[in-house]
């Protein structure tokens, strides 16, 4: 069952979330994180769901488009380069890509703003808001680990979604939790119980 999202906190302008989804596996991140912040009152989600990225949704999960989209407060056409999200002049505080395409990576590294996706990444990059993109490849040639580095020279957050095993996941859903924990860590949102990132104490020596 898809639930809707909380709706913002009117007595307080919205923190409001940009979230792309782009057609690199892993699809699913991008699905939690909207879930996600969509439980944290006062935020306040803009969805721009690319083509190959709804391919690889029906793909990959059992969710339909609809069902995606009902997860956001505003959900934008991937073509609309003149979308409210494309301008600096409308604040957002972050974007994340998730997950991020070595292709939508490449584009964002090198100021390639073909489509709404890379448009508004590179509005979140020239006003110095938090850029956080879930790229999926593997492995990785010389090509792609020179756009990783270039991406960090420009101010993205290159968090590639990585399981960790330290809290003993019981199955895939809590590695995605974890990572998306992760994500919601990085913009300075409160991380729902459970989902902790932070690794169990050390046993002594």
């Known amino acids: 069952m898809v639930l809707p ?3 913002p906190v009117p007595s307080r302008p919205a923190r409001r979330f ?3 989804i782009t057609g690199a596996t892993g699809v ?3 699905v939690r994180l909207l879930e996600a912040l969509g439980a944290i009152p006062g935020v306040e989600t803009h969805l721009v769901l690319s083509g190959p990225g709804k391919r690889t949704l029906i793909e990959e999960t059992d969710y339909a488009v609809r069902d995606v989209e009902q997860l956001a407060h505003v959900v934008h056409d991937v073509k609309d ?11 957002t505080a972050g974007m994340v890509v998730a ?7 490449a584009a964002i590294a090198t100021g390639v703003t073909g489509n709404l996706v890379t448009r508004a990444a590179d509005v979140a990059l020239k006003e110095g808001r938090p850029l956080i993109l879930l790229v999926r490849e593997t492995p990785l040639h010389v ?18 979604p990585m399981p960790a095993f330290y809290h003993r996941p ?9 990572t998306v924990a992760r994500v919601l860590d990085r913009l300075g ?5 459970g989902a902790e990132r932070s690794a169990p104490e050390a046993a002594p020596p």
Do not use: M, Q, W
């Open 5 to 7: 999202p909380s709706p």
């Open 18 to 20: 940009v979230v792309a």
């Open 28 to 30: 699913i991140y991008g």
């Open 81 to 91: 380069i003149g979308a409210s999200i494309a301008s600096g002049s409308f604040r």
């Open 99 to 105: 997950p991020c395409s070595i292709r939508t990576a």
């Open 143 to 160: 090509g792609h680990l020179r756009t990783l580095v270039a991406l960090a020279e420009i101010g993205a957050i290159v968090l590639p």
């Open 170 to 178: 019981k199955g895939i859903d809590e590695l995605v939790s974890h």
């Open 189 to 193: 949102l409160p991380v729902p119980p």
